[in-house]
């Protein structure tokens, strides 16, 4: 019953901390060091997929060891969380210093990491990254474990796809923002100096360009400027 309520307020942090305002960096710090404590695992890690390197890296940990945290990227396919990102399936391993696949032994032996559970982080069947949990004595993950990792990594993949998705809706505003102002002050320069639409565009580029300035920055001040000397006549 303990334990299950341990699981059960570690996935309540979790969720609370989802949809919290928090940064992405933040929210996946919180991750890791819930897990760590849940699992009773002395490093816990999540690894995301570098899709134009195919390779998985790390980007969030609670480890405070440099020699761990240092260690180079594992490509897609290759030792235990490379096999893990590819077949998008669990696998864990009751002692990472004797199994072959496993590519950090030095490390693993200074850091006193024994078992590893490896689980992938899916969105929509696509696998983003990976959450490795150590520790640091030899032990055989149970079916229960298992699941509540597959939890925590469901949870962990929901905010990565949402941060994502707000990132991409703003990035889509922010270029209708840019092509509305641009639309404004191209018309304006239609109108003030007789030019067709792709001379007037040319303009803009072409200052933009001399002053070392995007287009937006030069459409807004060109509107400023407009609405003032419109402000002017008025009075």
Do not use: W
Not at 26 to 51: F, G, P, Y
């Amino acid at each position: 019953m303990k334990e299950n309520e341990k699981q059960l307020e570690a996935l309540f942090k979790i969720s609370k901390a989802i949809a919290s305002d928090n940064y992405l960096e933040d929210i996946l710090k919180l991750i890791v060091a819930v897990t760590a404590q849940v699992m009773n695992s002395n490093i816990c890690t999540l690894m995301l997929i570098d899709e134009r390197k195919k390779e998985l890296t790390i980007r969030a940990t609670q480890s405070v060891s440099d020699e761990y945290n240092k260690k180079p990227p594992i490509k897609i396919g290759e030792g235990i969380s490379g096999k893990v990102a590819k077949e998008n399936k669990p696998i864990s391993v009751k002692d990472v210093g004797l199994e072959k696949e496993y590519k950090y032994h030095d490390m693993a032996k200074n850091e006193g990491l024994k078992s590893l559970l490896c689980v992938p982080l899916t969105v929509k069947g696509k696998v983003i990254g990976v959450i490795n949990c150590y520790t640091p004595v030899p032990h055989e993950f149970s079916y229960g474990e298992i699941n509540i990792l597959k939890t925590i990594a469901h949870q962990a993949a929901v905010a990565i796809e949402n941060t994502e998705l707000m990132v991409k809706t703003r990035v889509i505003q922010e270029e209708l923002e840019s092509r509305k102002r641009i639309e404004r002050a191209k018309g304006m320069l239609m109108e003030e100096e007789k030019l067709t639409e792709q001379e007037a565009y040319n303009k803009i580029q072409k200052f933009a360009m001399d002053n070392r300035k995007t287009m937006k920055e030069i459409a807004e001040a060109m509107i400023l400027a407009y609405d003032m000397r419109q402000g002017k006549k008025k009075k």
